[in-house]
Each structure stands twice: as C-alpha cells, then as structure tokens.
C-alpha cells in the first residue's frame, strides 16, 4: 500500500531531519525574533505566520482519524482529543498571546514547519489510526493515565 510506504519513508526521515537541524543550529540562529535579518526571503506577520504553519499539524491528524474510521475505537478519540487540544491552542490561542505578535517571520521558516507540521501529523495520525490497534482494554493500563498526567503538567 502507498500510505505503508509513506509512512515508512517518512518516519526515519524526521529522525534524520530532526538531528540535522540539531547540529544545524549550533551555528546559525533560527531567523525570527530577535535575529530576524535580511537575506532570508519573503517575511509574513508573525501571529499570521504561526496560524499557518501549525495549521497542518492541526488538520491532518484529524484526517487520518477520519480516513482510518478512528471513531470506532475509545482509545483513538482520546489520542485525538490530546493531540487537538495542543495543536489547538498553539494554532488559535498561541499566536494572539505571543508579545512579538506584530514582527515579521521569513516564509521560507513558516514553508519548512508546514512540511515538518504535515509529516509529523501524517506519521503520528497513521501510526495512531491504522497501524497501532489499540483495544479498550487499554484504558486500564496506568502509563495512560500517568502520560495524560504528563501532558496535563505541561
């Protein structure tokens, strides 16, 4: 199936992206703030920025809960509603509390998270929706309720 080798493809992708950009970082500065400068392209609103980029993460979970029937299982609407209620806040709410709200963003970063934001969606949606057949049962186990409490925290 073409979602299998997606996500297969995708999956180490993100881990070998994510240490790049690890390493990466150590010597340039991610260009928005405070070391926003010229030379990195087109520039958008800020909050109109973080609206945009974190919109994908938002959505295409929602997507592979609906393509993968989701709502059959307990476990996966309640991985949904976490997964929802962070990237809820940080696309909607986030962006009208930040302080640097009305400074500008490059493009190309807002085009780099819209690509991390729909992989990590996608990889995390299809793991959670259709290969990872979580039972009801599940609802039991105290590394849930440990793991919610975690998130709650944070």
């Known amino acids: 199936m073409v979602l299998d080798y997606l996500y297969h493809i995708l ?19 991610a260009p928005y703030g405070r070391f926003l400068k010229k030379g990195w392209g087109p520039v958008l609103p800020a909050r109109l920025a973080w609206i945009i980029q974190e919109l994908p993460a938002f959505l295409v979970i929602l997507l ?3 393509a993968f029937e989701g709502w059959h299982n307990p476990v996966s609407w309640l ?23 009305k400074k500008h963003y490059p493009a190309l970063l ?26 009801s049962e599940w609802l039991r186990e105290p590394q849930l309720y440990a793991g919610l409490m975690v998130f709650l925290v944070g």
Do not use: D, K
């Open 11 to 29: 999956l180490p992708a993100e881990f070998i992206l994510a240490v790049l950009v690890f390493i990466l970082l150590f010597y340039i500065n």
């Open 110 to 135: 807002v085009l780099f998270a819209i690509i991390f934001n729909t992989m990590n969606g996608f990889i995390n949606g299809y793991f959670l929706f259709h290969l990872a057949q979580r039972q």
């Open 64 to 66: 592979c809960f609906i």
């Open 79 to 101: 991985f949904l509603l976490v997964w929802e209620m962070h990237y809820f806040h940080r696309t909607f709410i986030y962006p009208f509390r930040m302080s640097s709200g």
